[in-house]
Nanobody, 119 residues
């Protein structure tokens, strides 16, 4: 059973960079054909895809966020990390990490971590 766990600061100030880490257990992030993803849900809104890092190490970012987003990985720790720069209150959301398969379906999710951007 694959398990994902997000970690990171709950509160950040505007213009700062937020860094969130997803620790994966029960499966390797280099296993073929899986895409390790970040998704967020602002209060009262639907889920928004941020991007992913593939099993190969290639990355994809949502066009609306790509100029502020970076996703990297540490294969020795079986972790992947989201960095979002120049945050504003509009970046306040619950941030989830999840695993997607080749069809784009998410089969395993972390529990989510609240990030609040406020001065």
């Amino acid at each position: 059973q694959v398990q994902l766990q997000e970690s990171g600061p709950g509160l950040v100030k505007p213009s700062q960079t937020v860094s969130l880490t997803c620790t994966v257990s029960g499966g390797s992030i280099t296993t073929n054909h899986y895409y390790w993803s970040w998704i967020r849900q602002p209060p009262g809104m639907g889920l928004e895809s941020i991007g992913y890092i593939a099993y190969s190490g290639s990355t994809y970012y949502s066009p609306s966020l790509e100029n502020r987003t970076s996703i990297s990985r540490d294969t020795s720790e079986n972790q992947f990390t989201l960095q979002l720069t120049s945050v504003t209150p509009e970046d306040t959301a619950v941030y989830y990490c999840a695993r997607a398969d080749l069809t784009g379906s998410y089969d395993f999710w972390g529990q989510g971590t609240q990030v609040t951007v406020s001065s």
